[in-house]
């Protein structure tokens, strides 16, 4: 039996394929071969919005950057899709409760 892969996974993967990009709705629709209004209903369905999909991703691959040692705030910021490292320090510490240079600390301790 095939394994049924979720719209927001689907989404998640092309998001996280290239984070530097600034994804629309639109171009994830079109990767995805349907219409935004189609794209929503069927995240609304597994409820989810594409903002916390694309959210998650570049959280997630900020921890994975931070945890690797990938470089300093200023670059995993970049590397996540922030064009500052102000904005993304605060989405950080919103998202997370910690700001990237806290959560680096712990992991040097």
């Known amino acids: 039996r095939a394994i049924k892969i979720t719209t927001k996974e689907k989404v998640y993967n092309?998001?996280?394929s290239d984070l530097?990009?600034?994804?629309?709705?639109?171009?994830?629709?079109?990767?995805?071969?349907?219409?935004?209004?189609?794209?929503?209903?069927?995240?609304?369905?597994?409820?989810?919005?594409?903002?916390?999909?694309?959210l998650d991703a570049r959280m997630n691959q900020a921890i994975k950057l931070l945890r690797m040692g990938a470089g300093n705030i200023?670059?995993?910021?970049?590397m996540c899709g922030?064009?500052?490292p102000s904005y993304f320090i605060a989405i950080f510490k919103r998202h997370f409760k910690i700001t990237p240079l806290s959560f680096m600390r712990t992991m040097n301790h």
């Open 14 to 16: 092309i998001i996280i």
């Open 82 to 84: 922030y064009d500052t």
């Open 20 to 54: 530097t990009r600034k994804w629309s709705q639109a171009e994830v629709a079109g990767k995805l071969f349907m219409s935004v209004s189609s794209l929503k209903r069927k995240l609304a369905a597994e409820e989810v919005s594409f903002s916390k999909i694309y």
């Open 74 to 78: 200023s670059q995993v910021a970049t």
